[in-house]
């Protein structure tokens, strides 16, 4: 699935505003790759999940959300996502490329990402062949899920993008 025009345009406003900007809209709100839930349900894992994919037991089970509180929720969790890619990521990256790895870690969690085949081939300074690697993380629950498939495809689209330029519709 390839970034909605809707998606893409909000992720070109973004450019020079930061990777975590970009992670934040990438995932936030009723565009982004999560799919905002105001109210707790259990995830396909069978896991509490509420908002932009918060997990936690801070869950409150029957509570509505806010978008604020969404808000809020999404950039605490991508807090400690930003310092450990960032510190594990040994090459220059784009700004879209470290968003894309910010959306990757916050969905698979860090210790898959610091384990990770993709990683290693990042570090080696193979970008193509590390952004490739994103698609074979579409397993949840032990199935192939096509919501998985389809937000890979949308990490791929933001890590091969070095510019603004390469989201732009061709």
């Not at 784009?94 to 968003?99: G, P």
């Amino acid at each position: 699935m390839a970034l909605s025009n809707s998606l893409r345009n909000k992720l070109i406003a973004a450019a020079g505003g930061g990777s975590m900007l970009i992670a934040t809209i990438l995932l936030g709100g009723k565009d982004g790759v999560e799919g905002r839930a105001y109210e707790p349900y259990k995830d396909v894992a069978g896991v509490w999940t509420v908002c932009d994919g918060h997990t936690g037991n801070d869950i409150v089970k029957g509570k509505k959300y806010t978008d604020r509180e969404c808000d809020r929720l999404l950039w605490n969790d991508l807090q400690p996502v930003k310092r450990s890619v960032d510190s594990l990521v040994k090459v220059p990256l784009a700004e879209y490329q470290r968003a894309a790895l910010y959306s990757f870690t916050y969905n698979v969690g860090t210790g898959a990402f610091s384990k990770s085949t993709l990683l290693k081939r990042l570090n080696t300074g193979d970008v193509d062949g590390a952004c490739e690697e994103l698609r074979r993380w579409v397993y949840a629950g032990g199935m192939k899920w096509r919501g998985l498939m389809n937000r890979r495809d949308m990490e791929k689209s933001l890590c091969l993008a070095e510019t603004a330029d390469d989201l732009a519709d061709k």
